[in-house]
């Protein structure tokens, strides 16, 4: 008997505890817009964090954009052929990009690059004990390193989703226009009448909004959590990417199903 019960406790152990860290996430969010009035109030703080999260991620986030674009062009130009429906490569490549692939793809990249540096910077913090030092000077961690960091990831994630489904129209106008000879006019106005500003663009914006908030929730939250050891740092890095990809991906599902299939 007691082998099941045992055996029964070790197989919910692991919820338990992810329940128990999802309960613990939550208070770190009140904790965060608790003390974001520093953030607020000193924007220097937050704009140092743009720098780092959004503007040193544009070059990765423009090439890939690009590089995406230009392979959908060329995907969807062989599909779009068999169907003689080939003018309409315009709208298949802005629509997949505005609508999922830019968001998607992009909070990917933006959790590989920037939400592990930002883990591993606030966990090199703590082990190095500066954030013990704060405290012991009267500084909150929280509203002058974390808060910062959070809300500098909330901004720069709908401007990096931007960018790369600007790239990758501009990738699909190289390959659809420039090399496979496509009318120019019809593949710019074909975009522009079937892609609704509403419907299309600002519902992309808003995955990327939920996706940046998520993905900096999880970074910030890793890292301060994170053991003070070098082995330490390095799985919560490795649990902030694999982590903001599963939750990214689940987000993606459920607002997908909310704003395009009305459920």
């Given at each position: 008997?007691?082998?099941?019960?045992?055996?029964?406790?070790?197989?919910?152990?692991?919820?338990?505890?992810?329940?128990?860290?999802?309960?613990?996430?939550?208070?770190?969010?009140?904790?965060?817009?608790?003390?974001?009035?520093?953030?607020?109030?000193?924007?220097?703080?937050?704009?140092?964090?743009?720098?780092?999260?959004?503007?040193?991620?544009?070059?990765?986030?423009?090439?890939?954009?690009?590089?995406?674009?230009?392979?959908?062009?060329?995907?969807?130009?062989?599909?779009?052929?068999?169907?003689?429906?080939?003018?309409?490569?315009?709208?298949?490549?802005?629509?997949?990009?505005?609508?999922?692939?830019?968001?998607?793809?992009?909070?990917?990249?933006?959790?590989?690059?920037?939400?592990?540096?930002?883990?591993?910077?606030?966990?090199?913090?703590?082990?190095?004990?500066?954030?013990?030092?704060?405290?012991?000077?009267?500084?909150?961690?929280?509203?002058?390193?974390?808060?910062?960091?959070?809300?500098?990831?909330?901004?720069?994630?709908?401007?990096?989703?931007?960018?790369?489904?600007?790239?990758?129209?501009?990738?699909?106008?190289?390959?659809?226009?420039?090399?496979i000879g496509l009318d120019e006019g019809s593949f710019w106005s074909q975009m522009q009448g079937s892609v609704d500003f509403r419907l299309d663009v600002m519902?992309?914006?808003?995955?990327?909004?939920?996706?940046?908030?998520?993905?900096?929730?999880?970074?910030v939250f890793e890292g301060y959590d994170s053991p003070p050891t070098a082995e330490g740092i390095s799985s919560a890095t490795t649990r902030t990417v694999v982590?903001s990809a599963l939750v990214i991906l689940a987000l993606d599902f459920i607002l997908t199903a909310f704003m395009f299939r009305g459920v």
């Amino acid at each position: 008997m007691n082998f099941i019960v045992e055996s029964i406790a070790r197989f919910g152990r692991p919820f338990t505890n992810s329940l128990i860290k999802l309960g613990f996430a939550c208070r770190f969010l009140l904790a965060i817009v608790r003390h974001s009035t520093t953030a607020i109030m000193r924007p220097q703080l937050t704009l140092r964090e743009i720098w780092f999260a959004g503007v040193l991620s544009v070059l990765i986030i423009s090439v890939s954009g690009l590089f995406v674009g230009m392979v959908l062009a060329l995907q969807g130009y062989d599909t779009l052929q068999r169907f003689g429906a080939s003018s309409s490569l315009g709208i298949l490549v802005a629509l997949s990009l505005v609508r999922e692939l830019g968001p998607v793809v992009a909070g990917l990249l933006f959790a590989s690059r920037a939400g592990s540096a930002i883990t591993a910077e606030i966990g090199l913090m703590k082990t190095t004990e500066q954030l013990a030092a704060m405290e012991m000077m009267a500084v909150n961690p929280i509203a002058r390193v974390v808060a910062p960091k959070f809300w500098g990831g909330v901004i720069s994630m709908p401007l990096l989703a931007a960018i790369f489904s600007a790239m990758g129209i501009f990738g699909g106008y190289l390959i659809g226009v420039q090399l496979i000879g496509l009318d120019e006019g019809s593949f710019w106005s074909q975009m522009q009448g079937s892609v609704d500003f509403r419907l299309d663009v600002m519902n992309g914006v808003i995955k990327s909004i939920f996706f940046g908030f998520a993905v900096s929730l999880i970074a910030v939250f890793e890292g301060y959590d994170s053991p003070p050891t070098a082995e330490g740092i390095s799985s919560a890095t490795t649990r902030t990417v694999v982590t903001s990809a599963l939750v990214i991906l689940a987000l993606d599902f459920i607002l997908t199903a909310f704003m395009f299939r009305g459920v």
